[in-house]
Nanobody, 123 residues
């Protein structure tokens, strides 16, 4: 069983930065594609970014490209999301997802999900 635990959320002013981390248990982490999703109040969960198992390929939602950077450290079993130039519309609970079983990187087909970390961006 794999557990994903997010950290790094908080309150930040618009234009600021946050770095989210997702710590994964389990020795097979390095085989998994990993993703970040977010869900704002009253909205559906949406894709933010994903990274292939090797780290060689990354994928971003259109609005985050250039502001957010996903990376992974397989030696530490972590995947991170560096978020810069934050906007109030980035306010959401951010979820880490791992082990893509079906569909595309931006879909819901991941086997494991974390509990989420709150990101609040004030104007």
């Amino acid at each position: 069983q794999v557990q994903l635990v997010e950290s790094g959320g908080g309150l930040v002013q618009a234009g600021g930065s946050l770095r989210l981390s997702c710590a994964a248990s389990g020795r097979t982490f390095r085989r998994y594609a990993m993703g970040w999703f977010r869900q704002a109040p009253g909205k559906e969960r949406e894709f933010v970014a994903a990274i292939s198992w090797s780290g060689g390929s990354t994928y971003y939602a259109g609005s985050e490209k250039g502001r957010f950077t996903i990376s992974r450290d397989s030696a530490k079993n972590t995947v991170s999301l560096q978020m810069n130039s934050l906007k109030p519309e980035d306010t959401a609970v951010y979820y880490c997802a791992g082990d893509l079983k079906s569909g595309s990187y931006d879909g819901p087909g991941y086997a494991y999900w974390g509990q989420g970390t709150q990101v609040t961006v004030s104007s």
